[in-house]
């Protein structure tokens, strides 16, 4: 069964380190997102990428965080400068038909840990 | 703005049914999701609703008023594997396909 895949499965950095985040969504979707989760918290939306560009974008999305296609397959989400409450599970989901389906298939997560 | 909100907490007995509401404000809504999350692991897909009613796929149900802006999962036949995190999630407006969670339900079942 095709699924979405994330490494590193948990990162360790120092404030102010550039961290990448990479991802391999499903083969055939179209539609590519990054989420984040802090701890005993709810998933919180990021950025959202279709056609080779960011598509829509969170407030929590900021300068900082970057993200990239570099090529057919990877999907990958840059931090610049980590801060301390950057420490969240990220989630790399991809869709083939967006809002249409109605479903988002995500990967088992990269947990950040920003000391 | 756009809020989900649903119950912090269930409890519920092996066998049993449970129902999780959840209630939403978002602008030009278009559909509810729902997804099971164990142990902080990947979200799972659950169950959709874009019109009105009933969805039922096995032991999950999921249903949506959209004149009262609410919706529900009902899971029957609760098993021990049930015990998880379940947040509802809205697609609103926006056709990128953006999600906005709630805060989640943990259900706990016991034997």
């Known amino acids: 069964e095709p699924e979405v895949t994330q490494t590193p499965s948990h990162q360790v950095t120092q404030m102010g380190q550039e961290v990448i985040l990479r991802c391999v969504p499903i083969?055939?979707?179209?539609?590519f997102y990054w989420y984040r989760q802090i701890l005993g918290q709810k998933v919180e939306f990021l950025v959202s990428f279709y056609n080779n560009e960011i598509s829509e974008k969170s407030e929590i999305f900021d300068d900082q965080f970057s993200v990239e296609r570099p090529d057919g397959s990877n999907f990958t989400l840059k931090i610049r400068s980590t801060k301390l409450e950057d420490s969240a599970m990220y989630f790399c989901a991809s869709s083939a038909q967006g809002r249409t389906s109605g479903e988002l298939f995500f990967g088992e997560g990269s947990r950040l840990t920003v000391l | 703005g756009q809020s989900l909100e649903q119950p912090s907490e269930v409890t519920a007995v092996e066998g049993a049914i449970v129902q999780i509401n959840c209630t939403y404000q978002?602008?030009?809504?278009?559909?509810l999701s729902w997804y099971q999350q164990h142990d902080g692991g990947a979200p799972t897909f659950l169950s959709y609703n874009a019109l009105d009613g009933l969805e039922e796929t096995g032991r999950f149900s999921s249903f949506l008023s959209r004149s009262d802006s609410y919706g529900y999962l009902l899971l029957q036949e609760l098993q021990m594997k049930d015990s998880a995190s379940y947040f509802c999630a809205a697609y609103g407006s926006s056709n990128t396909g953006k999600l906005i969670f709630g805060q989640g339900t943990t259900l706990q079942v016991k034997p």
């Open positions: 978002t602008s030009g809504f278009y559909g």
């Open positions: 083969s055939n979707h179209l539609y």
